[in-house]
């Protein structure tokens, strides 16, 4: 056989999303693109803030001495301490440029991270419902994942996860707020985490790691405030992406902060340095490290975000779905109102309607609306997800 | 232990260079960068082409739906699409942007091709004096790197190579012109590797694919030319960088082109599409997707590095240094006057001239100098090279 073997069954797996999606192109071509409401992608529609814009021409006259050159594998010294001062603000850390290491965007963060920690055998606890990444991030380097689910609201089940610990667990992987839920941890949530934590690594003698996968950090509503992992736990990593904060997830731009305070910090940071090399991310595109070391205090207009999520949610509850209202993120995890998520997103499709079953995302029972999108789209699909709820009554 | 044992291992491994490396800033701080004569990193120093900058500036401005959002995994169709092309026109291959998947760089390229290919234990070959990296990408994905030499001139020794296939070969690397030599291989010789591959894949009823890593492919002197390997050998694959063609090393944008006459195409090509995404990468950066699909007759002024080499070559030929005169790239590999490459490199640091021993390529008695640098540089750096040759005398 051409390919590597787990490759090929990955690929077997992932078809049925794949199909969904070629279906959806159909379905444009077919009806034309304003009459297909697609809610499948995060791909963010909200605009680039205009500093963004202005910095980037600026950037592109600018004369620099090897402008486009290699950056150090863990990125410019400036781009780190702009980042390293902006956590420190906010967290009162005492963290420096020396625990930042940029990365092309929060995917290439995480792999960095787990090529790092992981020998093979290494179990990493992923919470259902997931991003649908995170198994082959994880399996990428031989590590084991080990599920543990959420509670109905989707907040952290600490008796869950404590049940899911052995003495094979390296680290324990959230993300919050929350791809597919919305959900944000709260303070108290986050603290119990970190209590347990402690007690199980004191208990097997090995620190167990928390990632925390933050993209959404900045998409929140209501003025909700993410708590910081940070702060709340020594032995924590930060994968931050600055994809949906600047609307940038083309650019592949993001960071890992290292918690300061973080087991054998020095030793860690020099192996995600080298992890980023060796992976042949070399180091995050220059351009753009550039770009955001200017734009620490910059994000998009969460308000339009705000707005489509309560249109959205409105418009559902009044047709009868179910579903926690989200205080983050742009994604409704929606109740199916039939056991079978991906029968009911076949139905939503007869209507032109693309969603995401939640089995895809280690949540059966639900599916997934990212609502990223034109006003136009989730107004003009209110009729269609009616009609699709009241066949199954 | 916090970090994975292999990860350990590896940045004990390395530290040598790194030292070195350590060294070069101090010594910067100390004399001032103008009096140490740096050889030791590939960093292009040439300007960008001015249609490159004006391009950046234009697009920076240009209002374009969901510019610095996601793209397809495999990047966008009309970048493929024109690379495809001018593969095809130079090629005269059947060959469109299906077989194109945009990269992050070379680096990012070839972790796709083996992270796609490489089932733990199978066997890639790699020639010394080889790029240090090569290891590195290949053990990420369980293979197992099997050395074969080049020829006294860093041609291809076809017996050597063919001494090293096994049943358990699934591919060979090639980096024509080539890092650390500066060598290209010449047309008989790449038509010589194809049959020797052909023989020994029938032999062992399994396709040994040809992977050709070429980011100095434009950056050729005297006329020569790179002879293509996609029209010499059915199952090759092309790893292509715009870091040194463009003077972009910071950007990490490449692509990988696959035969379209390979062994199982579709299924090929689809998995380096998945391994893009599963490695993190998601896709290449989206605006120099944009850029390079504007530039693709577009070069540095090769001219430049052509002057470099005959100056660096007159100067170290006169002091008495022996080396095979490259064609291509920005490296001269000479011979050490004495056997201990690593020695006589500490020698050359405290003339303040940087170089690399041969031995981090593989290559003992040997190093290497990127001439990638201002002519300043090597004008400078003369009476250090003749004091250290005599020294040995």
Do not use: W
Request: glycine share 8%.
């Amino acid at each position: 056989m051409t390919i590597a073997k787990k490759i090929s069954s990955s690929m077997t797996q992932s078809s049925m999303i794949r199909k969904m999606f070629e279906e959806g192109i159909l379905l444009k071509k077919k009806y034309g693109a304003d009459k297909v409401y697609d809610f499948s992608l995060g791909n963010p529609n909200v605009e680039q803030p205009d500093k963004f814009k202005i910095e980037l021409v600026k950037l592109a006259k600018e004369i620099i001495p090897l402008k486009h050159g290699y950056t150090p594998n863990a990125g410019y010294p400036e781009t780190r301490k702009a980042i390293a001062d902006k956590i420190g603000k906010t967290t009162g850390l005492k963290i420096s440029a020396n625990h930042i290491v940029m990365s092309c965007g929060a995917g290439g963060a995480l792999n960095v991270i787990f090529k790092a920690l992981l020998d093979p055998g290494d179990e990493v606890i992923v919470l259902n419902p997931f991003f649908v990444e995170y198994p082959f991030y994880i399996e990428n380097y031989g590590g084991v994942v080990r599920y543990a689910r959420t509670k109905e609201d989707f907040s952290l089940d600490i008796d869950a996860i404590a049940r899911a610990i052995n003495r094979k667990t390296k680290a324990i992987i959230i993300n919050s707020p929350n791809n597919p839920t919305g959900k944000v941890y709260s303070k108290k949530n986050i603290a119990d985490l970190a209590k347990l934590l402690r007690e199980k690594g004191r208990a097997y003698k090995r620190a167990i790691y928390l990632i925390s996968d933050e993209p959404y950090a900045e998409i929140v509503f209501d003025g909700v405030v993410v708590p910081s992992v940070l702060k709340a736990y020594a032995n924590s990593i930060v994968a931050y992406s600055y994809s949906k904060t600047l609307s940038l997830p083309g650019e592949r731009i993001g960071y890992i902060a290292v918690n300061p305070k973080i087991n054998e910090s020095d030793n860690l940071i020099n192996a995600l340095i080298l992890c980023t090399r060796i992976l042949g991310f070399v180091h995050a595109p220059a351009l753009m490290q550039r770009i955001v070391a200017r734009l620490q205090n910059v994000t998009i207009d969460v308000k339009i975000y705000q707005k489509k999520r309560d249109m959205l949610c409105a418009g559902l509850a009044k047709a009868g779905y179910k579903f926690e209202k989200p205080q983050g993120a742009f994604y409704l995890f929606v109740k199916s109102p039939i056991p079978d998520d991906v029968k009911f997103v076949k139905r939503l499709l007869k209507r032109n309607i693309l969603a995401v079953p939640g089995s895809g995302f280690g949540g059966p029972g639900y599916f997934r609306i990212a609502y990223c999108v034109d006003d136009a789209t989730i107004i003009n699909s209110m009729q269609g997800f009616a009609e699709a709820i009241n066949e199954c009554r």
